[in-house]
């Protein structure tokens, strides 16, 4: 790795924080997914889903994201198929962050009170649409500081892939500290600096949306 101006070390994190957001967004959105969908389960009480959902949630919750994503990428090969870094990260991210996602939403549920949901159903309102009308709206807004919490979570959890070789900012700056040890402390400073310029503007667009959505409720 050939490193002879601050330009280089400009391009290499520049790659890495891309590599580290793509990541990063794809598992954020498909966590959203996975945890809607399970505190919709969670709702209807279907007692077998229910079990799978609870034990999931538990799992991925209680076991590091470094063992998750060890035995994804090395293990699944001996029994399936060979994923590359990038797609294994996603995927323990995605999993990892719909156990969270779940949680988060399904705590708004269950604060929405029973009077409304039976209102729906006095109205003839069926679950589904009782769900999709008064549930879902609610518990995204009740919810939406713990989703910008997770979204910040996951992408930090990033970090973690580099066991698996995901040329990401903390992978990328241990490489250039092994062979460069002399450029520690610039290594460093981009490697905030990197973290910086992706939660930041991350952390200001979920406050907005959470204002708008506040705002919408309460006018204030």
């Known amino acids: 790795m050939g490193i002879n101006s601050i330009l280089d070390l400009v391009v290499i994190f520049t790659k890495a924080a891309l590599v580290t957001l793509e990541v990063a967004l794809a598992s954020i959105a498909i966590a959203l997914v996975i945890g809607l969908v399970c505190a919709i389960v969670l709702y209807f009480g279907v007692p077998v889903l229910k079990t799978l959902i609870r034990v999931y949630?538990?799992?991925?919750?209680?076991?590091?994201?470094l063992i998750q994503a060890y035995f994804i990428f090395y293990g699944l090969p001996k029994i399936f198929m060979v994923l590359d870094s990038f797609t294994c990260s996603v995927i323990v991210l995605s999993l990892l962050g719909g156990a969270y996602m779940c949680e988060a939403i399904f705590a708004a549920v269950k604060a929405i009170s029973t009077n409304q949901k039976e209102l729906a159903l006095a109205i003839g309102l069926s679950k589904l649409?009782?769900?999709r009308y008064l549930i879902l709206p609610q518990s995204i807004s009740i919810s939406i500081a713990a989703i910008n919490n997770n979204a910040i979570f996951l992408t930090k959890e990033v970090s973690a892939m580099k066991l698996i070789l995901l040329p990401e900012i903390v992978y990328q700056a241990f490489s250039i500290i092994s062979l460069r040890p002399d450029l520690i402390i610039p290594v460093a400073l981009f490697m905030v600096l990197s973290y910086l310029v992706i939660l930041i503007p991350m952390t200001y667009a979920f406050s907005r949306v959470e204002r708008r959505i506040r705002y919408a409720e309460f006018g204030n």
């Open 129 to 131: 649409d009782t769900v």
């Open 57 to 65: 949630v538990v799992f991925f919750r209680n076991t590091p994201s």
